[in-house]
């Protein structure tokens, strides 16, 4: 019997026509081609030059804790702006470089005209504890000497991240004058809620001129010279220790040794095909720059420039996808989730007891409760998701000292399943937000318009979706399989009883024989949403899908209205609400395609898998530094044709760069059986794409095996390369 408080029917219910918290997309990214750095709990989004653009490009800045601390910083020479030659993010993240120089320019004071392409200016920039860390080197070619004035020009808004997503605020705080001192300026502001943030400027050498908005330097270049500036540029209050110069050096390789660190914890893969390398790469490394160090463990923020932040379900997804090959990751995340499970009813925050968190913000509109997301649970999937993944990181560890540390916010977790999660008692967990600044939607798909009936109609809630109840089968069979670890063998057999019924009840109520697949969701009055979408293929990811019904899912994925070449559409062509230029309703998402492709493979559809890896694949190649973004349109693949860009996707994504690691897992079968010390290869399947593989420092407890897949025949042939320690090999034909 369900112990959840009444909802009002007016707040339960959902509106159907005022989108909650979007964002604004009155500019294509794709336009501005926008270069992201990111360090822990600042991030900083600029355009191909180096600079921060106010107005079209309006997510530019340097933004910490949710605070925009830096919203324009433009820099010219002889107060013009200078021509792009290139602007490369390094492979690891570690730095920006953007490489310019002079267009033609009048002679100073009647002397001669500079000619353009004679002055080189190199920018390298990157984020390091709160700080943005720049060099700007200039140099002549010219066979004269030359001398230049170079300007930076720069402004703090202090917007909080909500303002520059579209939000519009009736009051804000209280910008202070400038601050000067003989090597920088301070800017400042007090906010609403009493906090003064602060954004410091430092440059080295000192400028020619420093006002409150600008620093300039007049710079005499000999033939051949090179002169260099360093600036530091502050979110934290703190003064530099050492000036900016000795500032940069020291943070440059402290931030390099972090990042090498984070990739050196993970297996290395390698193989015949560049472009999977190349993709591998870009994997890993935005994996390693979107990773914050909590008091926990390492924890991936799910994305730039919007969502890095803390958010359970995207860490928990990115912690499944990621596990056979960097299981800290998961780790990570379990023990932050759950040092912050909720412990009390907080209808604001839809907090109940045992709710692990969907969100957290540290800005002003957070800490004034303009927005709800200071520290928010309104997510129905992250607490199910948080048991499933304890239960297969203990699997894939055999951590028992993890696990009992987990076991008590585990219990909370299912306290919260049976106690709050099902509302009616049906035995479904349902979702409703519990005050009218929540989010409507609360599973995955959270657009106000993500859920709906056949006709078009949006449902109405409280809503039980088709992929929360695949997760909380997942949920009890994790459970027991950790109770069993931990010797609470009555409660395993409890929970494996609770799994057998809600199977045989989902069974009933979500497969519809007329679709061929799962319904989207139930409404709040039972009613089927009668909805092809891709939730469907997260039921064969928990295991939830009788083993009758996988290949009919698995049909429906893979045919032409939800395969677009690519990937599986999150609603497939032909449905009422199906758009492939909208964010739910018909665009591709790569960790929805790598939850799909693990559920195939899991059902004995290995090929079928390969095909998703084989489309999204192909469609890194054509994005900004083969980066998988967030989501791309849905529109069918045509040859000699890229995928067409969403217009706001967020790039680097956690769960999105994690993908391609999921996809190879799940297209190679490949497993950890920890109590017989083997690395597991279940029927695999090497990518057409593929050749030759190497996967190395595949740990198992403290030992590690080196693996090669080859191509022979119609078949992969797989070899030990290396094993440090009592690991074996084995394989499934």
Known sequence: MSMTPSVDAAVAEQDAHEPDYVIAASASQIETTPRTLKHDDTFAVFDAHGDAVPGLASNHGLFHRDTRHLSHFFLTIEGVRPLLLSSTVREDNATLT?????????????????LHDLIHIRRSRFLYRSACHECVSLHNFDVVPRRVEIAFTFDADFADLFEVRGAKRSRRGVRHMPLLAHDGVRLAYTGLDGKVRRTGLHFQPVPSELEGSQARYRLDLAPGATQVIYMEIRCDGAEPHGGAKLTFRRALHASRATLRARVARAAEVTSSNQHFNDAMKRAVSDLAIL????????YPYAGVPWFSTVFGRDALITAFETLWMDPAIARGVLLHLAANQADALDPAAD??????????????????????FR?????????????????????RTGDLDTARLLWPAVAAALGWITDYGDRDGDGFVEYGRRSGDGLVNQGWKDSHDSV?????RLARGPIAL?????????????????????????DAAVFERNAERLRDAFDAAFFDSGLGTYVLALDGEKRPCRVKSSNAGHALFAGIA???????????????????GWGVRTIAAGEARYNPMSYHNGSVWPHDNAVIAMGLAGSGFRREAARIFEGLLRASISFDLRRLPELFCGFARQRSQGPVSYPVACAPQAWAAAAPLALLQATLGLGFDIDARRVTFARPELPEFLDELVLRRLTLGGEMMDVRIQR??????????????????????
């Not at 990773?291 to 390492?298: K, L, R, S, V, Y």
């Not at 709906?452 to 078009?456: I, L, P, T």
Request: hydrophobic share 45%; proline share 6%; with cysteine.
């Open 291 to 298: 990773i914050t160090d909590t008091p926990e463990g390492a």
């Open 375 to 395: 520290r928010y649970y309104g997510s129905v999937d992250s607490t199910p998701l948080f048991v499933m993944l304890a239960g297969a990181y203990v699997e």
């Open 712 to 733: 022979a025949g119609g078949s992969p042939a797989l070899s030990v390369l290396d094993r440090r320690g009592d690991i074996a090999l084995w394989v499934e034909a």
């Open 452 to 456: 709906f009936h056949a006709d078009g």
């Open 98 to 114: 953007c490489d310019l120089t002079n267009p033609d320019l009048p002679g100073r004071d009647g002397g001669e005209a500079l």
């Open 351 to 372: 907090a109940e007891p045992g709710k692990i968190l969907h969100e957290v913000r540290f800005g002003e509109m957070a800490e004034l409760g303009e927005v709800p």
């Open 466 to 490: 088709v992929e929360v109840q695949a997760y909380v089968f997942g949920a009890w069979r994790a459970a027991a399989s950790i109770a069993r670890r931990l010797g609470h063998v009555p």
């Open 546 to 564: 009788l083993p009758g019904r996988a290949a009919a899912v698995a049909a429906q994925l893979m045919d032409g209205a939800s395969f677009s």
